[in-house]
């Protein structure tokens, strides 16, 4: 419920307030009738509602451009961590062909020192020797 309204007049100023004057006279002002405003009241809740519409879409554009920034953060990290994935790919290929070209030379060195013979087969053998180890070095196990 409203409380009541007092009207003072102090020294030919008017002030309204909650209580009696301590100076000066005070009139008793009558609670407003059930279903009347004053007529500005509804411009100042117009304008308060416009003003709360307009801060909502601020909001959420906000809070979209928040949203937005963050998915392309996230876009960014996970194209970075693919990026490195498919360098690791391509590291571990290469490796594995290393592997594979020093595997067949140190079989085609072990089949021509099986088949040489005389001075060519010590030649042959260390140079298979040499291929083993190339190959232990690069990929071991």
């Not at 100023?13 to 009558?30: F, M, N, V």
């Not at 009241?41 to 920034?69: G, Q």
Request: net charge positive.
């Amino acid at each position: 419920m409203a409380q009541g309204v007092y009207k003072c007049n102090a020294g030919g100023k008017i002030s309204y307030a909650d209580r009696p004057c301590a100076e000066g006279q005070s009139t008793r002002l009558p609670p407003p009738a059930a279903g009347v405003t004053p007529p500005e009241a509804s411009a100042v809740a117009t304008r308060d509602a416009r003003t709360l519409v307009e801060f909502e879409k601020l909001r959420l554009a906000r809070e979209d451009k928040i949203a937005r920034e963050k998915a392309r953060e996230q876009n960014r990290e996970e194209a970075r961590a693919e990026r490195g994935r498919q360098q690791r790919a391509r590291a571990a290929l290469a490796h594995r062909k290393t592997c594979d070209k020093l595997r067949l030379r140190r079989k085609w060195a072990d089949e021509d020192a099986a088949r040489a013979g005389g001075k060519a087969h010590d030649a042959a053998r260390r140079k298979a020797r040499r291929q083993a180890e190339a190959l232990a070095v690069e990929c071991p196990a």
